[in-house]
């Protein structure tokens, strides 16, 4: 069974910084992955950052470019999403999700095949 369990999250000041982990089971990460999303209330899910197993490479949505950096520990079956200079901005649930892969061609957010419990971040001005 594909779980993924986001943690991490909480109220930090404007400036401030936090790091989310995504802890998963039930599949093999080298085959996937794993995105960051978050969703601000009233609003939809947005694509924040990405990992490709295969290649490592990563992906990031405009918003966080330069803030935000993703990485991932495979010998704990852990993602990481560091967030600094945190602005209300970024105030959302932010959740992992597992995909086939990052981006479809146009570079759009690949839509997971499976979501993650999100973490509650609040970003305090």
């Known amino acids: 069974e594909v779980q993924l369990q986001a943690s991490g999250g909480g109220l930090v000041p404007t400036g401030g910084s936090l790091r989310l982990s995504c802890a998963y089971s039930?599949?093999?990460?080298?085959?996937?992955?794993i995105g960051w999303f978050r969703q601000a209330p009233g609003k939809g899910r947005k694509g924040v950052s990405c990992?490709?197993?295969?290649?490592?490479?990563?992906v990031y949505g405009d918003p966080v470019k330069g803030r935000f950096s993703i990485s991932s520990d495979n010998a704990k079956n852990t993602v990481y999403l560091q967030m600094n200079s945190l602005g209300p901005e970024d105030t959302a649930v932010y959740y992992c999700?597992?995909?086939?892969?990052?981006?479809?061609?146009?570079?759009?957010?690949?839509?997971?095949?499976?979501w993650g419990q999100g973490t509650q971040v609040t970003v305090s001005s």
């Open positions: 999700a597992v995909a086939r892969r990052c981006t479809y061609p146009n570079g759009r957010f690949y839509y997971p095949d499976h």
């Open positions: 039930g599949f093999s990460f080298d085959d996937y992955a």
């Open positions: 990992i490709n197993a295969n290649d490592g490479s990563t």
